[in-house]
């Protein structure tokens, strides 16, 4: 019934070359026979093609390439709705599509709030206002984060956070709350632009607000490991890990047990596509989260723990908590970039329980809406070793240490697209 839905149906996502849009498209053109799939991409087919060729083996490329049922348009995001496309694309795209995804965005967390205007905010509400016009609109989807509400962490002062699939206004903006970075204010502002929209177009149906938390690995599709080295922070907090020459590394908390009550919620990137299809398919519209939520989120003693192996330095080095803020110039770099280390939010996720429990256990068995953690957390370090080697050697030049300290500090993996078992 799901797939079912994207049967002769026309797509047009921005984003479709990043993790989660690669995700999808897959997903998508694997288990469905949609019309027409449009993907904008700055550089057109050819940055496109190279971009999946680093991310994906040859027999899942092939899915992708020799689909006539895909073009790749070439255009950026601006503050119009025109996406540098010409005026025929334009109206191609708004007489002929169906289901919007709006996936492109910057992740430069702390890039200013008057950058992520033009990458996030601006865009957002510009390709909102531009589909809301589509007469065969069926869903605009929104990639958010589930981190736009973050700040309420120092509203509320509980050491686990609930966190609703809902909008929360402000009573005043920005500088009035604490958010870890700019970029959670941006996309909790536009959510909020988004939604303001489609109320005066009385559009609010056809929105749907999908809020990942902090991406991580496949647990099966496109084939379990896969992943990109630049989009998911934990592997970025890996190499991290793996380069601190010192015994100690400082972070910041309110928890009086950390090891305990910190959690890290990292979703598997299929589980984000499968969430944004399946509630697509269902007609669910409004905030859905994309987490692992209560039930599979990771515990700060877990997720630091399966850091140790990936360490060539034969001593430890262990988390030295203070009491200090999240914006703390004490913490290490680390804490300093991906500051929700130390926190703890329940993402509620009732929207995706109450999906499961309709379409039943036959055809969620063959859907991935949950994170499978019945293998330890090391599991997943070890399948994107190639990755953390990666991100260590940029981290290693942009802290001026030389090149052959990564080689020292950290392990040394194989880029899983070329074993064996990555098959379609
Ligand atoms: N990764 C995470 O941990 C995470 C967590 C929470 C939420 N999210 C959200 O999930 C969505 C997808 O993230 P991701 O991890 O897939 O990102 P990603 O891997 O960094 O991919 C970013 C995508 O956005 C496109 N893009 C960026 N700037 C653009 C511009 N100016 N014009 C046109 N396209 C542009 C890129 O396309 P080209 O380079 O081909 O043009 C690429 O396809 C984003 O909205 C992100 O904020 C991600």
Redesign the pocket.
């Given at each position: 019934m799901v797939w079912e839905y994207y049967n002769d149906k026309v797509i047009f996502m921005?984003?479709?070359?990043?993790?989660?849009?690669t995700a999808l498209i897959y997903r998508i053109l694997s288990q469905s026979s949609p019309k027409h799939i449009f993907v904008?991409?700055?550089?057109g087919f050819s940055?496109?093609r190279a971009?999946w060729s680093k991310m994906l083996p040859p027999q899942i490329i092939k899915i992708f390439l020799d689909s006539s049922r895909m073009t790749v348009m070439d255009g950026?995001?601006g503050d119009t709705a025109t996406m540098s496309l010409s005026d025929e694309e334009l109206q191609m795209l708004k007489r002929t599509v169906h289901i919007f995804i709006h996936?492109?965005?910057?992740?430069m967390l702390n890039h200013s709030l008057r950058e992520l205007s033009y990458?996030i905010v601006a865009p957002t509400l510009c390709l909102t206002q531009y589909a809301l016009k589509f007469p065969n609109l069926e869903r605009f989807v929104f990639?958010s984060?589930?981190y736009a509400n973050s700040h309420l962490w120092t509203i509320d002062r509980s050491s686990d956070v609930s966190v609703e699939e809902e909008i929360y206004s402000l009573s005043a903006e920005y500088e009035a709350h604490d958010f870890p970075w700019p970029y959670a204010y941006a996309k909790h502002l536009a959510e909020r632009l988004v939604m303001q929209k489609a109320a005066q177009e009385h559009a609010l149906d056809k929105i749907l607000i999908v809020r990942?938390?902090?991406?991580g690995p496949a647990d099966e599709f496109p084939y379990p490991g896969f992943t990109?080295p630049?989009?998911?922070?934990s592997t970025a907090c890996a190499a991290a890990v793996a380069l601190h020459p010192g015994r100690k590394i400082n972070l910041a908390t309110r928890c009086e047990n950390p090891d305990e009550e910190v959690t890290i919620d990292e979703v598997p990137v299929d589980v984000v596509a499968d969430r944004v299809l399946v509630h697509v398919a269902q007609g669910t519209s409004g905030c859905v989260h994309a987490v692992s939520g209560e039930k599979g989120r990771l515990r700060f003693g877990d997720w630091w723990h399966a850091f140790k192996s990936e360490r060539r330095l034969p001593w430890q080095v262990k988390p030295v908590w203070a009491s200090d803020d999240w914006h703390s110039s004490d913490l290490h770099h680390m804490a300093k970039n991906f500051k929700i280390i130390g926190t703890s939010f329940a993402f509620k996720e009732g929207k995706t329980d109450r999906v499961a429990e309709l379409l039943g256990p036959e055809q969620t068995k063959r859907l991935r809406l949950y994170a499978d953690r019945s293998q330890p957390y090391s599991h997943s370090l070890v399948h994107r070793r190639h990755h953390i080697h990666r991100m260590a050697k940029q981290l290693a030049k942009k802290n001026k240490l030389p090149a052959f300290s990564v080689g020292l500090l950290c392990r040394k993996g194989k880029p899983l697209v070329q074993l064996e078992h990555a098959g379609a």
């Amino acid at each position: 019934m799901v797939w079912e839905y994207y049967n002769d149906k026309v797509i047009f996502m921005t984003g479709g070359t990043g993790f989660v849009g690669t995700a999808l498209i897959y997903r998508i053109l694997s288990q469905s026979s949609p019309k027409h799939i449009f993907v904008l991409s700055r550089g057109g087919f050819s940055n496109a093609r190279a971009k999946w060729s680093k991310m994906l083996p040859p027999q899942i490329i092939k899915i992708f390439l020799d689909s006539s049922r895909m073009t790749v348009m070439d255009g950026e995001l601006g503050d119009t709705a025109t996406m540098s496309l010409s005026d025929e694309e334009l109206q191609m795209l708004k007489r002929t599509v169906h289901i919007f995804i709006h996936a492109a965005s910057s992740i430069m967390l702390n890039h200013s709030l008057r950058e992520l205007s033009y990458t996030i905010v601006a865009p957002t509400l510009c390709l909102t206002q531009y589909a809301l016009k589509f007469p065969n609109l069926e869903r605009f989807v929104f990639l958010s984060s589930a981190y736009a509400n973050s700040h309420l962490w120092t509203i509320d002062r509980s050491s686990d956070v609930s966190v609703e699939e809902e909008i929360y206004s402000l009573s005043a903006e920005y500088e009035a709350h604490d958010f870890p970075w700019p970029y959670a204010y941006a996309k909790h502002l536009a959510e909020r632009l988004v939604m303001q929209k489609a109320a005066q177009e009385h559009a609010l149906d056809k929105i749907l607000i999908v809020r990942p938390s902090a991406v991580g690995p496949a647990d099966e599709f496109p084939y379990p490991g896969f992943t990109t080295p630049f989009s998911t922070p934990s592997t970025a907090c890996a190499a991290a890990v793996a380069l601190h020459p010192g015994r100690k590394i400082n972070l910041a908390t309110r928890c009086e047990n950390p090891d305990e009550e910190v959690t890290i919620d990292e979703v598997p990137v299929d589980v984000v596509a499968d969430r944004v299809l399946v509630h697509v398919a269902q007609g669910t519209s409004g905030c859905v989260h994309a987490v692992s939520g209560e039930k599979g989120r990771l515990r700060f003693g877990d997720w630091w723990h399966a850091f140790k192996s990936e360490r060539r330095l034969p001593w430890q080095v262990k988390p030295v908590w203070a009491s200090d803020d999240w914006h703390s110039s004490d913490l290490h770099h680390m804490a300093k970039n991906f500051k929700i280390i130390g926190t703890s939010f329940a993402f509620k996720e009732g929207k995706t329980d109450r999906v499961a429990e309709l379409l039943g256990p036959e055809q969620t068995k063959r859907l991935r809406l949950y994170a499978d953690r019945s293998q330890p957390y090391s599991h997943s370090l070890v399948h994107r070793r190639h990755h953390i080697h990666r991100m260590a050697k940029q981290l290693a030049k942009k802290n001026k240490l030389p090149a052959f300290s990564v080689g020292l500090l950290c392990r040394k993996g194989k880029p899983l697209v070329q074993l064996e078992h990555a098959g379609a």
